[in-house]
């Protein structure tokens, strides 16, 4: 008999994809199937926020989003007499290297991860769908039937990964709900060309009937445009007049459009899975929550459940961490989902509603107060520390340890480690977890760091900060594969981080 599969990863989009990147960082093993026969062409998800930059840096193709991408630094808001212009991220990010929102198609964006997952001898297995799953003792039968008559197969695995969309098999087999509902509005979406608008900027209309938007895609067309279908238009197929007739409608200044490469309608729901995991089924990115693309939250928040996930399941499956690392998944997860899916739905709200008074505050108020408001740094800062993801922290979770001294300054335990000073993110980017110490080096003798890492040092990079730290003072922080913080301490006491090494990382006897 075959040993089972540590993990089976359901579905490549950009959640299957970023967490096969991080199975094979970690050595599971693992395969990825996909029902469709080739990845999405479609534009699809097209911001990626600073914190997904961060994040998928630790597979080394940040730079290459980034150059395909198109950074966006300005929001431009026209009001019947007036453009009001908005910085987009520019201040306020000091703390990352990826102070922008970035444009690029979800069809570029899978390409690169999937050329990543090519140069790691990664074969995402398409035109295979799973169809059942049945526990069986530790592991899970799952069958996968291959399309164009290639017949069925059954793998045992014994962690399964939903990561297919909204209408998850996984899901559906495991028997976790997905409340939520279907938002009335239909919204219209078009790739393409459109003379009269100043690039580099995001455009929005602001009308009482609702909002008319562009983004720059910048490939495969130069524009990406959203609306809201006008209430009482015909439900008919998208065509390029009728985009035309509601651009005239949401914005008389003369806008032509062009050369579409892609157009559709489609209808947003808010929902939420009741549960990120059942026994070893777990559901990540649009198997989990789907919302309203309202502050470009989606596709990244998948891309985020994924690199908080594989690293868990990898040590686990190699007896390198307890299985109850695994729990931690959805406590940290769980909540990031519900405060994506309650923050879409106001802006969702904001954008749409024909409550008279939500209009007035969206078509004149909000134009004008914007402004002031971005000019204090506080709202501001909360606003952008929170659509970037940057704000995203785990501080309750059980994986999250203060030690007995906190620092007085800096991050905390749960926390991002932020970079900065900038470049701290790029010594962490190596594989595993890193002890960053931030003071004198006499403070901790190599010999003692050697008992508190000894049968775990393979997994554990020391770094001696010396004025390079995000923390004044004498600090131990040890950075989870991840990027967060998981264990802070003021001091030279080893003892504290030696209780959460015990706890997480067990020393392995050679
Ligand atoms: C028209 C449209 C416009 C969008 N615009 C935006 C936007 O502007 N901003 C934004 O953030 N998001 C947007 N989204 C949402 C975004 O595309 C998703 O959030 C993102 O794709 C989620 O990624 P995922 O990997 O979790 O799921 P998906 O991308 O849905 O991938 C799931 C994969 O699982 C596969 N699969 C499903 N069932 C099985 C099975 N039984 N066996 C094997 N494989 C299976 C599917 O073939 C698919 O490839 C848009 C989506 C659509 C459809």
Redesign the pocket.
């Known amino acids: 008999m075959t040993a089972p599969l540590d993990v089976l990863v359901?579905?490549?989009?950009?959640?299957?994809l970023a967490l096969a990147a991080q199975l094979r960082t970690y050595g599971a093993s693992f395969r990825i199937?996909?029902?469709?026969l080739d990845r999405?062409h479609?534009s699809?998800?097209?911001?990626i926020q600073p914190r997904t930059l961060e994040a998928l840096a630790e597979f080394g193709v940040t730079d290459e989003l980034v150059t395909r991408g198109n950074p966006a630094m300005q929001l431009r808001i026209h009001l019947p007499r007036r453009v009001v212009q908005l910085p987009l991220f520019d201040i306020g990010l000091t703390d990352t290297a990826y102070p922008f929102l970035l444009f690029l198609s979800?069809a570029e964006t899978e390409s690169i991860l999937a050329e990543h997952l090519a140069r790691q001898d990664v074969v995402v297995e398409r035109g295979?769908?799973?169809?059942r799953l049945k526990r069986e003792g530790p592991a899970v039968s799952c069958r996968l039937r291959r399309g164009g008559g290639g017949g069925e197969e059954t793998v045992d695995a014994r962690y399964v990964v939903g990561?297919?969309?909204?209408?998850?098999?996984v899901r559906t087999q495991a028997g976790i709900g997905f409340e939520g509902y279907a938002y009335p509005q239909t919204f219209l979406?078009a790739d393409l060309e459109v003379d009269g608008l100043e690039p580099g900027a995001v455009h929005t209309y602001m009308t009482g009937s609702g909002m008319l938007l562009f983004f720059p895609l910048g490939s495969p067309a130069t524009w990406r445009m959203l609306a809201m279908r006008p209430p009482g238009a015909p439900d008919t197929r998208v065509k390029l007049e009728f985009l035309q007739r509601i651009t005239d409608l949401y914005a008389p200044d003369g806008l032509v459009l062009r050369d579409p490469v892609w157009m559709?309608d489609?209808r947003l729901h808010n929902r939420g899975a009741a549960h990120y995991r059942s026994g070893p089924f777990f559901l990540?990115?649009?198997?989990a929550h789907i919302h309203s693309?309202a502050g470009?939250?989606?596709?990244?928040t998948?891309i985020q459940d994924a690199l908080n996930l594989g690293w868990k399941l990898a040590l686990v499956c190699q007896g390198r961490a307890p299985a109850e690392l695994l729990d931690t998944y959805e406590t940290e997860r769980a909540p990031v989902g519900r405060s994506v899916l309650r923050f879409t739905d106001r802006a969702f709200t904001i954008g749409t509603s024909r409550n008279p008074l939500i209009r007035f505050a969206r078509t004149r108020l909000a134009p004008r107060l914007a402004p002031l408001a971005l000019r204090a740094t506080g709202p501001r800062g909360r606003v952008f520390r929170t659509v970037s993801e940057l704000g995203i922290r785990y501080r309750q979770s059980p994986a999250s340890t203060a030690g007995s001294r906190p620092p007085r300054k800096g991050p905390r335990a749960g926390d991002r480690l932020p970079d900065l000073p900038r470049g701290l993110q790029a010594r962490r980017a190596g594989r595993g977890w890193h002890l960053l110490l931030s003071g004198p080096p006499a403070l901790w003798p190599a010999e003692r760091l050697a008992s508190v890492l000894r049968g775990r040092d393979d997994l554990i990079t020391v770094h001696r900060l010396g004025g390079e730290s995000p923390w004044p003072d004498a600090v131990q922080g040890l950075v989870r594969p991840d990027g967060y913080l998981g264990y802070v301490a003021r001091g030279a006491h080893l003892e504290g981080l030696r209780a959460y090494l015990e706890r997480w990382l067990p020393a392995q006897q050679r």
């Open positions: 359901v579905g490549a989009g950009p959640t299957g199937v996909d029902r469709s999405v479609e699809r998800a097209l911001g979800q295979t769908e799973l169809v990561c297919d969309g909204a209408h998850s098999t979406l559709t489609f990540a990115g649009d198997a693309p470009a939250q989606g596709m990244n998948g």
